[in-house]
């Protein structure tokens, strides 16, 4: 077999692009990534880098998962089996599982690879973006190979832009203040630090505080320089946090005369997927504690693009507006318009036609992650019973699920999330019943 082990210097701006033989945009696949060729969607991948893990995990394609190096420690592919260590995995591990693509890191040693390489498998590793422009190429990249140039391109780039704008909405949190903050990460008591010129060092202006360890600064040097900006907040590796307390080297640190050194897991800063905005909200709720957070998941995925959302969301808040102001308006008009609403959805849900436009078999199921024409109609069917306003993608994302559970809720069926016989029946008959 050939060799197909590549490195996508995507942190670089290098262009990879996928075209197809007759270079027409409606072909998936072939999918081309520098000097190697994905003829189809993979079925079976092992995933070795946990940075990566982070984006199959945002993107939807947990099923595909059917091997992880230790270091994947994602709560969702906890249950997913493992295969050694990222730098150093199993290889007769790996060969039992038989996987499509292998995805791993660019720092993994060359012996490494050349077995894998040697034993035919497709391994394609990744270097780190250096920008959220390049995290948005990353996650595109990784959605070409799972789904395709044009669909998993998509998918991939919208997670991507949906982190950027989750992050953003989390910066309009803090309060504003002329005071300048100064804060770091350390991994360790000698002073190693995360640079300001990664997207996990750019995690501090979102915080509206300044990272105090810039790049470009030599080793011998990196101490004096921190020592000299004295940061307020020091944020640290998981078992670091005593080590600096009781060192002589920080004793005159203002973060430790006033407590303020706090551990946070070093993987949440070399992952560049959810991870990102999970390190954001933990250190906003810790320099900024009156802010108040949705507990629920702050990635904010959707199957929309971020203009369909801010619309939504703007359309949302004024009609809200408009009801609290008509609400202390008049008591009496409200009663009436609630009344009327409830004879409407009384009505509406009388009038309930059955959906033929989908051939449901007994072994039909969907789920999160899925990418099917069918799951068109399943949206299209939503829309029609009230529960679904978004673009129809086909992608069983996050918000079809909500649409889902919400379907079954109304109509007193298990609040699963997933599309099967049962709900699927039951949804595009007539005796389904519309949202209230």
């Given at each position: 077999?050939?060799?197909?082990?590549?490195?996508?210097?995507?942190?670089?701006g290098m262009v990879l692009s996928a075209t197809a033989c007759n270079s027409s945009r409606s072909e998936?696949?072939?999918?081309?990534?520098?000097?190697?060729?994905?003829?189809?969607?993979?079925?079976?991948v092992i995933v070795l880098s946990d940075s990566i893990a982070d984006i199959l995990v945002s993107c939807g394609f947990?099923?595909?998962?059917?091997?992880?190096?230790?270091?994947?420690?994602?709560?969702?592919?906890?249950?997913?089996?493992?295969?050694?260590?990222?730098?150093k995995p199993d290889l007769e591990k790996?060969?039992?599982?038989?996987?499509?693509?292998?995805?791993?890191?660019?720092?993994?040693?060359?012996?490494?690879?050349?077995?894998?390489?040697?034993?035919g498998f497709t391994v394609i590793t990744f270097v780190p973006a250096t920008s959220m422009s390049g995290i948005s190429d990353l996650f595109g990249n990784v959605g070409a190979v799972?789904?395709?140039?044009?669909?998993?391109?998509?998918?991939?780039?919208?997670?991507?832009?949906?982190?950027?704008?989750?992050?953003?909405?989390?910066?309009?949190?803090?309060?504003?203040?002329?005071?300048?903050?100064?804060?770091?990460?350390?991994?360790?008591?000698?002073?190693?630090?995360?640079?300001?010129?990664?997207?996990?060092?750019?995690?501090?202006?979102?915080?509206?505080?300044?990272?105090?360890?810039?790049?470009?600064?030599?080793d011998d040097e990196a101490f004096n320089a921190l020592k000299l900006a004295n940061p307020q907040y020091i944020f640290c590796d998981i078992g670091v946090k005593d080590k600096i307390m009781k060192s002589e080297l920080f004793k005159d640190f203002s973060a430790v005369?006033?407590?303020?050194?706090?551990?946070l897991s070093s993987e949440l800063f070399s992952r560049q997927g959810n991870s990102l905005v999970e390190a954001l909200t933990d250190m906003i709720e810790i320099m900024y504690p009156s802010v108040s957070i949705n507990p629920e998941d702050p990635i904010k995925r959707t199957e929309s693009s971020k203009a369909e959302t801010s619309k939504a969301e703007t359309s949302k808040a004024e009609t809200s507006k408009a009801e609290t102001s008509k609400a202390e308006t008049s008591k009496a008009e409200t009663s009436k318009a609630e009344t009327s609403k409830a004879e409407t959805s009384k009505a509406t849900t009388s009038k309930v036609k059955a959906d033929t436009s989908l051939k449901i078999t007994k072994d039909m199921f969907f789920e999160f992650g899925d990418i099917k024409d069918d799951i068109k109609k399943v949206q299209n069917r939503l829309e029609a019973l009230g529960y679904f306003n978004e673009e129809k993608s086909g992608y069983y994302g996050e918000v079809t699920q909500k649409a889902v559970?919400?379907?079954?809720?109304?109509?007193?069926?298990?609040?699963?999330?997933?599309?099967?016989?049962?709900?699927?029946?039951?949804?595009?008959?007539?005796k389904a019943k519309a949202a209230g």
């Open positions: 077999m050939f060799k197909k082990i590549v490195a996508l210097a995507l942190a670089a998936e696949y072939p999918v081309k990534l520098a000097n190697i060729t994905i003829s189809k969607a993979p079925d079976r947990i099923k595909k998962i059917e091997g992880r190096s230790d270091e994947c420690t994602q709560e969702e592919i906890s249950g997913v089996k493992t295969v050694g260590s990222k730098l790996i060969s039992a599982l038989s996987p499509d693509v292998i995805f791993a890191d660019s720092d993994m040693p060359k012996e490494q690879l050349t077995k894998l390489n040697e034993s799972m789904a395709g140039e044009t669909t998993g391109r998509e998918i991939g780039e919208e997670r991507a832009e949906t982190l950027s704008v989750t992050m953003d909405d989390l910066q309009r949190l803090i309060p504003e203040s002329k005071v300048l903050v100064t804060a770091c990460y350390l991994y360790d008591e000698k002073g190693t630090s995360l640079k300001d010129d990664t997207p996990s060092g750019k995690l501090f202006e979102y915080l509206n505080a300044v990272n105090v360890c810039k790049a470009g600064v030599a005369k006033n407590k303020q050194v706090y551990e559970k919400a379907f079954q809720k109304a109509n007193k069926l298990t609040q699963s999330g997933n599309c099967d016989y049962k709900t699927l029946t039951l949804m595009f008959s007539a």
